[in-house]
Every structure is written in C-alpha cells, then in structure tokens.
Nanobody, 126 residues
Framework: VQLQASGGGLVQPGGSLRLSCAAS????????MGWFRQAPGKEREFVAA????????YYTDSVKGRVTISRDNAKNTVYLQMNSLKPEDTGVYYC????????????????????WGQGTQVTVSS
C-alpha cells in the first residue's frame, strides 16, 4: 500500500492543522497506522499511532492533550488533528503503517513500520 500525506502548511503558534494520510488500497483491520516527524537537524521522532480495528491510540508525551489521531475506515484515511501548535512542532510529518504487528502494542520505533508516506511540511512560526 502507498501512503499519501497532505494538510501541512504554515501556521502561527497556537493555531491548528489537520493532516491527512490516504492509503492507496484497503487497510486491514490488524494494521497499525501512525505519524512520525523530523525537525531540521534532529532525529525522526514518533508522534502518535492507532490500531485500525479498535482505534486505540498512543501519543508521545510532548503532544498529549493537543493532538488527536483518528481514522475513517470507509476512506482508508488516517488523520492527525493538531491544536495549540508550538514552534517545536515544526517538521516534516510522515504517515506510516505497520502491517504485521502480531498483536503487539503500538510501536514508537520507526524501524517497526513497513511503509512510509512522502511527508508533509508543518511550520509553526509567527
């Protein structure tokens, strides 16, 4: 499956953005979907993930309470709603899928995800 991320842009601190990630084909119920980001000069980091079947989610501490990951089964699309954005949220955001989690918990390591989208730039600046 290929992943197409969109929705990035330039936003002022305190603003909101909703990122979308559309899959080119069906997403199977046992898959995990998620988002990572990479800021300039920094390592890639986990942001959020969810289980496709139950919609159970997990977030990195720095975004808890500000970011919500969700899915639309009919559209094979996962979303990342980001509110109260901060300059440190700036980066390229990548959508990912893990196709064989084998009932393990949601992963925060990028190495465990099988497919990556092309990324969408989010810039938080005044």
């Amino acid at each position: 499956v290929q992943l197409q991320a969109s929705g990035g842009g330039l936003v002022q601190p305190g603003g909101s953005l909703r990122l979308s990630c559309a899959a080119s084909g069906p997403i199977f119920s046992n898959w995990h979907m998620g988002w990572f980001r990479q800021a300039p000069g920094k390592e890639r980091e986990f942001v959020a993930a969810l289980t496709w079947r139950e919609g159970r989610s997990y977030y990195t501490d720095s975004v808890k309470g500000r970011v919500t990951i969700s899915r639309d089964n009919a559209k094979n699309t996962v979303y990342l709603q980001m509110n109260s954005l901060k300059p440190e949220d700036t980066g390229v955001y990548y959508c990912v899928v893990r196709q064989n989690p084998n009932k393990t918990p949601l992963a925060t390591s990028g190495a465990l995800y099988d497919q990556w989208g092309q990324g969408t730039q989010v810039t938080v600046s005044s």
